[in-house]
């Protein structure tokens, strides 16, 4: 005899266990694209971003091609990128 189960309680926690999967993903590749001790600053408008995406995100979005890269640890600056 097999025990009486809810289905609609499986299905539902299969959906979460998707759900929760592609947020993982997701997460570690946002993390991935962060280099820890790296931050980017536009030097047009002060922002400062930790992730290289979104630093490239701000390039496309506002058009701002002169970004500085810092090392956090020795605050010093690595690279200096400018776009045209
Ligand atoms: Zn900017």
Same mark, same amino acid.
């Given at each position: ?9 499986? *299905? &539902?926690? =299969?959906? @979460? !266990?998707? *759900? &929760?999967? =592609?947020? @993982? !993903? ?59």
């Amino acid at each position: 005899m097999l025990p009486k189960i809810n289905q609609n309680k499986i *299905i &539902l926690f =299969v959906f @979460i !266990l998707l *759900i &929760l999967y =592609v947020w @993982i !993903l997701s997460v570690s590749q946002k993390m991935n694209d962060r280099d820890l001790n790296i931050i980017w600053v536009c030097t047009q408008c002060k922002q400062s971003f930790l992730f290289n995406s979104d630093m490239q995100d701000h390039k496309t979005c506002t058009g701002h091609s002169r970004i500085h890269k810092f090392d956090l640890l020795s605050g010093r600056m690595i690279d200096s990128i400018e776009m045209n």
